[in-house]
């Protein structure tokens, strides 16, 4: 059965500046079958939260934050503080806890 | 499933190497991270013992990461360093103020004396003052241009070695390409060197030349170093921001290819029979240039003519504009113009010492008094020299060159020329200075005050302006002119006097 899952997600490098330069909030994301209607899966990956960021969190540009279905190149994602290359990127599945950090290479100084 | 970090040293990988793909747990990365600066450092001989060396600090990741980690080496290595940060305050209200911050921040963390050194410090003009002047519109060109020089001329100041900036290897690949793009070759030519610098300029190194910026910003995150970062800095449409673009794509792909355009722009060879455009130094000003009067100096002679345009766009539309200005002015106003160039110029002096600006040039006098200011780079003192010669043989001068209006026709002036020149100085905003402007004792005296340069004075007590959409990260490390990556406007001045 899908349910809701709580996690930590976190800006850092000026990728904040997208998200109302708040850098670290709680989440809390329904049951993906709520979210998504026609998902097969249980599980919310991250190739759906950024789905649901980009319809609840980011305002404006989201062509600064998102390239087709991933995050723009130059942005990195940290799954629990670990680079998700070393993950599965976009299919890891998202536990209960977890923190996501997006830090942008993009942004200036 | 946690990965093994690839070194077997039993701990947890944290992140993917770009450059090598190596599963690395944050110890083995740091190592390796710090490890290979330290060999870029040492292969590519970027000091020596017992050198003072200018950390240009902007507070971004790039130039905090570059101070972070040339204090670890300094002391793992025993280099014999002495760093110093070196920031550039120019002036625009409300933008400064927290990457400032950041670097004041970094200068305790890392007990490394810092010098904030402001545009006005540096040209007589803050970024706020100019832009009264020219308008929002045409900004850019001036950030840019006179950012380009800060550096040296801040350098010059703290009497350094060398400039070490934060170009990563990122940076570099994109301005391989981007000259690539512009049929850039000279730049093209010299953007992959780790170190430059003609002779008698100081030079700049690049310690991270080959340190990814993943690996910058991973480095900074795991070592929770405080860095500052601004608004996004390119727009995904300007021409440099297609480029850079194109690069991340490529990168995200095959993050080898960032190294593999480096490697291309090292080992490039240019055909003899193109032409270069030479590298010299400005006539007026003694920093490089391309052309015979540096962009810095033609700007600020728009500035202090009152033709703050001059310098921006085509050089045959300044020509006219020059030529326009002159025969609309009478001989009064010329002078009290000049006059108001002389006293500026004055103030710069004093208030820079090692640093002269700008030069005015009287149609009506052929002989006009040379007046060289030197400032011995020992002593930090100055001498005055005054001599009759005519103007261009003082390039070989090794420091503050200007061409004096001359003094002789001065004496004439009248009342009515005066009451306008306080009236541009008004409007200039330029405080009127009591020392007159021939007074070679007074001018001596001010001069050693100020040049008594002291580094170790880290916290300077002027008040930091902003702006912001410059990115000075960026604009520190470009070789061109653009003001940043965001307007992506490619310098267009291209003036013979
Ligand atoms: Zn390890
Ligand atoms: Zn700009
Ligand atoms: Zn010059």
Redesign the pocket.
Known sequence: MAHPIKLQIQFGGGAELLFDSIKSRTIELPAIDKYFPECQREKWTIKELLVWMKDNLLRERPELFLQGDSVRPGILVLVNDTDWELYDELSYELLEGDTIAFISTLHGG | MPVPCATGCGRNASLKRPKTGDALCKECFFWAFETEIHFTITRGELFNRGDSVAVAASGGKDSTVLAHVLKTLNERYNYGLNLILLSIDEGITGYRDDSLETVMQNSADYVMPLKILSYKDLYGWTMDEIVAQIGRKNNCTFCGVFRRQALDRGAALLNVKCIATGHNADDIAETVLMNVLRGDIARLKRCTAISTGSEGTIPRVKPLKYSYEKEIVMYAHYKKLVYFSTECVFAPNAYRGHARALLKDLEKIRPTCIMDIIYSGETMSVKEEVTLPTQRT?S????V?SQE??K??VLLEGLNKGLPKLGIGKSSKAKRMLEEYNAKQNDSLQEAISEINDEFKKNNCISKGKVCKSNCKSKENKHSTTDLNTVDANTNSCEQVHSNEVTDDNKETKCCNKKQYCTNKKTNETNESNSKAEKLLAEYGIPESSDKPNSIEETNSSQDKVCEIDVSNSVDNEEFDVDLHTNDEVILKEEDNTCAGACGKVDSLHIGF
Do not use: P
């Open positions: 400005c007026r000003c003694n920093f240039s009067v540096c810095a100096c």
